[in-house]
């Protein structure tokens, strides 16, 4: 499958998440056990996302002088419209963390840590599966039907499905775990286990770190074929989805207090994922331009979060014991 991306900008990109990643583990950490403020971590969340648009200029500077004005056109806005679909999906990805850190009350402390551990295992899940979608698409162009029919029955799935509170006590893993594993009542710090008269226990944080990983891996499943319906290059493809969850911690915590403000986003969300879905089933007969699914993508978002704002959602969530 062509590719944009030379052998040193996929090494150069790599050495940048890597880089990331530290910086944000060093920025959050340096608070310690208080709480990340509302404006320490919206200042955050504009620093990554002025990067990515910083990475996207530097894209379409290269691509302009390399390879003429209208690819590094065409890139730039595939680019930043997979950066918004999967920048939207990450927002949803958030709020079910937040939802699995209530629901076992995790402290505030030891919550960093697991978002840490959920966000490198986003980005490596990310990275193989889209190895993969690339490969099977080089090799079975009838996959991207497959890819468009998924993403057309989630869409379809969550807009049904929106107004349905989830119960995490009838949750198949949870109730597994619970039954095969000998889980601790309260947190041991940030031990995933630990040791009772020579027997291994696990924590709670254990579980919820379980947990994140099934959701990390479910969103996966949603995001990839999503961004491959924008483009199929790897690079683009890539990248779109790794800046898309960098600094995923800042804006956990910018959120987490407005989750139930923005209870119209899973509307959003599964019109946007349905679109995207039919914009990849009419591949073949009708190719929709990047422009307009790059409007859409976007109307639908703001459209979504205002009403939120504008709407009021009666009803408090509460804290429940693990």
């Not at 995933?192 to 770190?209: E, H, I, Q, S, Y």
């Not at 403000?261 to 969300?269: E, Q, S, T």
Request: glycine letters at 6%; zero cysteines; a neutral charge.
């Amino acid at each position: 499958m062509e590719s944009i991306g030379t052998w040193w900008m996929w090494a150069a990109f790599a050495a940048f998440v890597v880089v990331a990643l530290v910086v944000d583990l060093v920025a959050l950490e340096s608070k310690g056990s208080a709480k990340v403020s509302f404006k320490e971590a919206l200042n955050w969340s504009i620093v990554w996302i002025v990067l990515s648009f910083v990475f996207n200029g530097l894209l379409w500077w290269y691509l302009d002088a390399n390879h003429g004005r209208e690819l590094a056109n065409e890139k730039s806005m595939e680019f930043f419209t997979g950066y918004l679909i999967e920048k939207s999906l990450a927002v949803d990805n958030i709020f079910v963390f937040l939802m699995l850190f209530t629901f076992f009350g995790v402290p505030i402390q030891y919550q960093k840590r697991v978002l840490i551990l959920g966000i490198i295992g986003a980005i490596v899940l990310r990275a193989i599966m889209i190895l993969i979608g690339a490969w099977l698409i080089s090799q079975f162009h009838w996959v991207l039907y497959l890819f468009g029919l998924f993403l057309l029955v989630t869409g379809i799935k969550m807009l049904m499905m929106a107004e349905v509170e989830s119960d995490l006590e009838k949750n198949p893993l949870l109730k597994w775990m619970r039954s095969h594993f000998r889980i601790t009542e309260g947190f041991h710090g940030e031990n995933f286990m630990v040791m009772k008269d020579g027997v291994r226990w696990f924590t709670p944080l254990f579980v919820v770190m379980v947990m994140i990983g099934i959701t990390d891996v479910i969103f996966a499943v949603d995001s990839i074929p999503a961004i491959f319906a924008v483009t199929l290059d790897p690079f683009i493809v890539l990248t779109s989805n790794v800046f898309a969850i960098l600094g995923l911690r800042a804006m956990y915590f910018m959120l987490a207090d407005l989750a139930d403000r923005f209870h119209l986003l899973k509307y959003g969300l599964a019109f946007i994922l349905v679109f995207i879905g039919i914009k990849m089933l009419l591949l073949d007969i009708y190719k929709i331009p990047i422009g307009f699914a790059l409007a859409v993508v976007g109307i639908v978002l703001v459209a979504s979060m205002l009403a939120s704002l504008w709407v009021t959602r009666p009803g408090q969530k509460q804290v429940k014991k693990p």
